[in-house]
């Protein structure tokens, strides 16, 4: 062990700072930091959706309708909603962050002064106190301390540190002073290095998001073709019907678009006529709607002390189905505490060292308390749950005289205590028992380390002027300190449980001392373990996740790559963590929660944080996830059978023009049969499991609606252009038609009805009946004769029963299933050998992939076909009452179905034939050899065409020539 400096530390002088400043030898600042706020807004201002408002906008302020711009107040909304939460999710997270330590004590030109953590420069002697954070590597020079690496490492346990060993930073001293060497600075610090691997920008993985962009990104390359075709079919109308009306035959197209008066007018009531029905192929409503719902659940959260720093991250973690927990912070609180004392039987009887312990208190008792008590002033985490257990009244101990304390030394494993009483040691059994006396009781040692850490407790003569022990020590009894497990983690974990998501425990610390903290909790198949430091291949780590639940010795980097595996498997993994070891890991998961009283790294990165470090509130995100993606399904489902019957009627109107709703009529229909039912449905309470996928499930119920108005829409056109009704006519007409089949899929994702339900779906027909009936010259509303009436009535009708029966039919659609490859995920093909070896390739890419299988399903068919010739050469061969040879020793050929067919016609007549094999052909087909020893040619028709088949006595040749014509 390095001495210790016997000179006094006088640090770096200032013309040594100076010029470590000058080289760039500082101690910046490296932390992973929340992103600005010019990050944020341009993020949420840069989007797709947006541009295309835009651009849609621009082409009404260029037709003059200023008043037509109204659908810019959703865009406005839904970016607002968005920046509001960003920023709320920054202030908050920034609030968090506080390091530990804000100054650090640093020895410079022999004296002590307070520096801020960036002031620090390479070989400073920093002074570090218990409770100070470590602000940069360095190298202990003078004093012992013990250290909790667990937010670096994972590891619960305290580390000794004496002259020479490491500090790293990150990491707190528990107790003890030291003088250090700064080592590192800035970037080259352990976490540094770490929190720089998960600088790496991380994608949201959300269904909802990305079947949002979707519909966005289709709509987006639909619209262009279909906007322009029916911005010409409009403005050619209009010059149809001018140049019939002026009588004006000869004047051009072109002609009239550039010099006429009238045709400016035409041309701005055709774009605005064509913005009007590509608004309609937006689903602006439902990224309102998505955006509103996902910010209510979040303000839900938040009343709950859980910030979520992104909207879609709720609805990630309810479609988790891997949620890969952290030990230390997670389920352990991160402080120790004592599971139970067991009291040994003294053989000698109580001796002198057990004078003057009160009759009332067992020896195991007072001796631990005690100890606990000596050390109170520097007390680590041991001594700390010592103490917390005796301050109990039910477990209190009189105080002894304190003659002399021993503190706890790595090197000898004990700590103890002298009083007017006697004297005792604390310690690890093998370190303070003589080896007979540890062999009386290794085995309930033994028993109980396998779930907690053991320490005995034994009772010595005293101890020397060096602090040894001295006489033999007598055992007293043994206690067991474990990590205290957080009170309401068993009840949270049975929780996942029930919803079936994997959990897996990934820790720095013992697999052992994991996998019984595991059990405790209720975790499946924690029996399980494994030790990572064996986990040194990629296959190795693929095996472990397929098979255990527990892995122990994690390093950072593994629990990376654990999270990626169970990804290459098609799970959704959830990490929870709170140290910068869990940094790598919790930016690889698709959801990541943090501790608040982590690391700043670890909050920065995780898309939730427990403001109250309560692993208890997780299951109220699970549940507004839930909420918020079952009711989004629902409502999504009214705002995109809208797109798709605008993007249907659209594409139909550019051959039969016009477009038949008026905006005012759409705007009934907007609100009272998709966004007010939208938004009503989309914020009821739902806890129901998320099944199958986002967008599939929206599509199968928008579908048959969005089918329904459009052959209703259809009809009406139909009924219009036979019976030359106006244009206000076959408006209405198509309005009462999409409000019947509107109202049927309002109906339908309703069921079951409940009294909110029932009062929903009343107030929207009857607010359509007040629309249409009572404000009929409001919404541009016809009056129809009592003909047309029942007409609309039939179509209506026809359309309702068109939608039930296509939505009954995509009821009974089944869901796509998709399996993994065994063993490695998606995008591997992993191929068993006959002594057990395993080859893997990659499937490549999916051009690849469509080569492989018109191979293979070529050399099948081909082998069919081969099998089929083979067998019709047989069945020629045995209607001429012989049978082919076949080489000594050769395989008797495939018998294929084409052959057993043959045969079976053959013998229905009772006389069945047999191949003759080439073993019958040598011992009892002598006659048949001889009188086959000449060559004999046969030609035989096949599918693939003619077979010459070759007899002799070695056998017969089958070639395939080239097809000819006969």
């Known amino acids: 062990m390095p001495q210790e400096h016997a000179t006094p530390i006088t640090g770096l002088s200032a013309a040594e700072v100076a010029e470590r400043v000058e080289r760039g030898q500082v101690n910046l600042n490296m932390e992973l930091k929340t992103k600005s706020v010019r990050e944020l807004v341009i993020e949420n201002l840069c989007t797709l959706f947006n541009l295309i408002n835009v651009v849609l906008a621009a082409l009404v302020i260029a037709a003059g309708s200023w008043k037509n711009l109204s659908f810019l107040a959703i865009v406005v909304l839904n970016t607002g909603i968005g920046i509001v939460q960003a920023l709320r999710s920054k202030r908050m997270v920034d609030k968090l962050t506080l390091l530990a330590t804000k100054k650090a004590r640093v020895v410079r030109d022999g004296e002590e002064v307070e520096l801020d953590l960036e002031e620090i420069v390479l070989d400073d002697i920093v002074k570090i106190g218990r409770g100070d954070q470590i602000p940069a590597d360095a190298v ?77 990104r289709f709509a987006s390359v639909i619209m262009v073709p279909l906007g322009l075709a029916l911005f010409y079919a409009s403005v050619r109308e209009s010059f149809e019907a001018w140049a019939a009306a002026s009588g004006a035959s000869s004047t051009g197209f ?24 590509l608004l309609g192929m937006i689903p602006q409503g439902l990224v309102l709607l998505t955006s509103s719902v996902l910010a209510i659940a979040t303000i839900r959260l938040a009343r709950r002390k859980v910030l979520a720093q992104q909207l879609y991250c709720i609805e990630t973690l309810a479609r988790v189905d891997v949620l890969c927990l952290d030990k230390t912070g997670t389920i352990t609180s991160g402080r120790m505490e004592v599971e139970g004392t067991y009291p040994l039987a003294v053989a000698a009887g109580p001796g002198e060292a057990l004078r003057g312990v009160p009759d009332t208190v067992p020896a195991l008792d007072f001796a631990l308390a005690n100890i606990a008590r000596a050390s109170a002033e520097d007390a680590n985490e041991t001594a700390k749950a010592l103490l917390a257990y005796y301050a109990r009244p039910e477990n209190a101990v009189p105080e002894a005289e304190l003659v002399r304390a021993i503190p706890f030394s790595s090197a000898k494993k004990w700590s103890g205590a002298s009083f007017t009483c006697g004297s005792f040691v604390m310690g690890a059994a093998q370190f303070v028992l003589a080896s007979d006396a540890y062999a009386e009781i290794s085995a309930e040692v033994s028993r109980l380390a396998s779930t907690c850490r053991v320490l005995v407790v034994a009772a010595v003569e005293g101890f020397d002027a060096d602090g040894d022990m001295r006489g033999r020590a007598t055992p007293l009894g043994l206690v067991t300190i474990r990590d205290e497990i957080r009170a309401s983690a068993a009840e949270t974990i049975g929780y996942f449980v029930e919803q079936g998501v994997t959990l897996n425990v990934i820790s720095g610390d013992d697999p052992r001392t994991v996998s019984s903290i595991a059990q405790v909790v209720g975790i499946p198949g924690a029996g399980a373990y494994v030790d990572a430091t064996t986990l040194d291949t990629p296959a190795k780590v693929d095996a472990a996740v397929d098979r255990y639940h527990v892995f122990g010795r994690v390093t950072p980097m593994q629990k990376r790559e654990l999270v ?88 139909i109107c550019i051959a039969f023009p016009p477009y038949p709703f008026q905006p005012i009529q759409m705007t009934l229909i907007n609100f009272f049969c998709i966004g007010y039912p939208g938004f009503v449905l989309g914020l009821e309470a739902n806890r129901a499991r998320v099944e199958g996928i986002f967008l599939t499930n929206v599509v199968k119920r928008a579908l048959p609606a969005a089918l329904g108005v459009l052959v209703g829409a259809c009809l009406n056109m139909a009924l219009c252009s036979f019976a030359e009704l106006s244009a206000a006519t076959l408006s209405t007409m198509c309005l009462v038609t999409t409000s019947a089949v509107g109202c049927c899929l309002i109906a339908r994702i309703s069921w079951p009805f409940t009294p909110l339900r029932i009062a929903l779906f009343i107030s929207i027909v009857v607010g359509l009946a007040v629309g249409i009936l009572g404000f009929a010259d409001f919404f541009s509303i016809a009056r129809l004769s009592l003909g047309m009436a029942v007409e609309l009535v039939v179509v209506s009708l026809l359309s309702c029963a068109l939608f039930f029966a296509l939505a009954r039919a995509m009821d009974r659609l089944q869901p796509r299933r998709t399996h993994s490859a065994s063993g490695f995920g998606r995008g591997v093909q992993v191929k068993m050998g006959r002594s057990g070896m395993r080859s893997v390739r990659s499937t490549r890419s999916a051009l690849r992939r469509f080569w492989w299988r018109s191979r293979d399903r070529f050399n099948r068919y081909v082998t069919e076909h081969r099998h089929e010739d083979a067998a019709a050469a047989d069945h020629a061969f045995r209607a001429e009452g012989s049978a082919p040879q076949l080489p000594v020793g050769a395989a008797a050929p495939h018998r294929s179905r084409v052959a057993e067919q043959a045969d079976g016609a053959e013998g229905a007549d009772g006389k069945r034939e047999h191949m003759i094999s080439g073993d019958a052909s040598d011992h009892g087909g002598q006659e048949a050899g001889a009188a086959s020893s000449r060559p004999r040619k046969t030609a035989k028709r096949t599918k693939s065409g003619f077979s010459s088949v070759t007899k002799s006595s070695h056998g017969i040749h089958v070639t395939m020539p080239a097809r000819k014509k006969r």
């Open 254 to 277: 072109v002609d009239w678009l550039l010099a006429t008066e009238v045709s400016g007018a035409q041309v701005s009531a055709a774009v605005l006529s064509t913005v009007g029905a």
């Open 564 to 651: 990626q595996a169970l990804q290459r498997r098609g799970h959704t993994v959830a990490m929870t963590g709170d140290g910068v070891n869990d940094v790598l890991a919790l930016k690889e998961a698709d959801c990541s929660v943090a501790m608040a009283a982590g690391s700043d790294a670890a909050r920065n990165v995780a898309e939730i944080v427990l403001v109250e470090n309560d692993f208890a509130a997780m299951p109220a995100v699970v549940a507004e996830g839930r909420r918020s993606i079952n009711n989004l399904q629902r409502s999504a489902a009214l705002f995109l059978t809208k797109t798709l019957f605008s993007m249907g009627l659209a594409a």
């Open 140 to 216: 202990v020079i003078k004093g012992s301390a013990q250290v909790n690496e667990s937010l670096l490492t994972g590891e619960s346990d305290l580390i000794r540190k004496d002259p020479g060993a490491t500090l790293m930073s990150g990491s707190f001293l528990d107790s003890g002073l030291v003088y250090a060497r700064v080592v590192h600075v800035g970037a080259d610090n352990y976490v540094s290095r770490i929190n720089n691997e998960a600088k790496y920008v991380k994608k949201v993985n959300s269904e909802i998001m990305r079947a949002l962009n979707a519909i966005v």
